[in-house]
């Protein structure tokens, strides 16, 4: 069932930067993109490697979509290392943050990336408006989509909680 929020003071400014190797990451992306504008929010989605984070001052809620992959600790994608460093040198302090990401559990740091752009939010300040999310290889199951839709929903509660 969606929940749809009608009675919100402003509508929330969302964006979604992705990054995807084989398209699972950014069709996931999309889906949530979808989710989020049926209950209410303004969504705006790029590639991460095509933004700046500081195009996340201008947002409400702020959203990062990485796919993992392990080799030695160094989970993060190649294309997601200059808008990593950045990010952590923000202050995000009034905003709500989310992180998705898919990966395989056979490697030694599972999602590894999803974990390490949590945690460069919370260096930023930003407030975690949503455990993290992460899927093995693409989100195909209907438990990862209901996983998706609660994302959302709970991301969106959370700058509410704010304003």
Known sequence: MQKVFLNMPTTPKVLIAYTSLTGNTEEAAFLLKKELEKIGAQVDIDELEML????YLDQDIC???TYSYDSGGEVLPDEAQGFFQELGGLDLTEKVFGVIGSGQDFYEWYCGAVDRFEEQFEKAGARKGAMSMKFEWD???PEDQTKLLAFA???IEAYQEKV
């Open 52 to 55: 700046s984070p500081r195009k």
């Open 63 to 65: 959203i990062v979509a």
């Open 139 to 141: 989100i195909s199951t």
């Open 153 to 155: 929903t709970d991301l």
